[in-house]
């Protein structure tokens, strides 16, 4: 069956580390892969989008990366802040030939500490 | 300029009722799609809309249906409700349709309770 998992239990860091999550993915064939934040009560917001030829793509402090082989994405935060405490959704777009389908997974809540 | 507007943002009905939940989506924005979701969970796609026409169908039953209007506008229609339609109802507007890139732009969601 097709599955994407999150690391379920909430991540805990303390200020200026760096925090990874993870978004593995079976039995999907993605076209793209995106990250968003969600806060408690609020809707996701777009973080970063990754193509299935692109090995890593980078925003200020945030990093993906996505391999293919190892059907698997990461999330990379680096020089984390309180602010940044939230829960990370990743989403795949499959190839749907013509709509914005994104399939999501249940989110990692990153608690950063002072 | 104003992002994705949703109404309204509290809900309560019973089983058995009928809900119609609202969303304007970003000006100039002429796609809108709708996700539920669950508590402790990611969210669900329910339907996806573009110049008024139906592009796209998550697995949701037949009670669930939904329309854009004119001005891009949609609305989501819920019709016998059950205690497991309780979720938070996002809408999400984009430029366009397709291609996957195109960056959705989510509105804070309608917080739906079937008591």
């Known amino acids: 069956s097709q599955k994407i998992e999150q690391n379920s239990e909430a991540l805990n860091i303390q200020e200026g580390k760096t925090a990874t999550l993870t978004c593995n993915y079976t039995?999907?064939?993605?076209?793209?892969l995106q990250w968003y934040r969600q806060d408690p009560g609020r809707g996701p917001v777009f973080l970063l989008l990754i193509r299935e030829n692109e090995k890593e793509k980078r925003k200020e402090r945030l990093k993906v990366t996505f391999d293919t082989t190892l059907k698997q994405s990461l999330f990379h935060i680096t020089a984390s802040q309180p602010a940044d405490s939230a829960t990370y959704l990743c989403?795949?777009?499959?190839?749907?030939?013509?709509?914005?389908?994104?399939?999501f997974g249940a989110g990692t809540r990153l608690a950063v500490h002072p | 300029d104003a992002g994705v507007t949703q109404s309204p943002t509290h809900l309560i009905k019973t089983r058995g009722q009928h809900v119609t939940l609202r969303c304007s989506p970003i000006s100039g924005h002429k796609s809108v799609s709708w996700y539920q979701q669950v508590l402790g969970q990611g969210p669900q796609f329910i339907f996806q809309?573009?110049?008024?026409?139906?592009?796209g169908r998550g697995n949701f039953p037949d009670r669930f249906s939904a329309r854009q209007f004119p001005n891009y506008s949609s609305e989501l229609n819920v019709n016998a409700l059950l205690l497991g339609d309780s979720a938070l109802y996002l809408c999400?507007?984009?430029?366009?349709?397709?291609?996957?890139?195109?960056?959705?732009?989510f509105g804070p969601g309608t917080r739906l309770t079937v008591l």
């Open positions: 999400a507007s984009s430029l366009v349709t397709g291609g996957g890139t195109d960056t959705q732009y």
């Open positions: 809309y573009y110049e008024k026409e139906e592009r």
């Open positions: 039995n999907y064939s993605p076209a793209y």
């Open positions: 989403a795949l777009v499959p190839f749907s030939g013509g709509y914005n389908k994104l399939i």
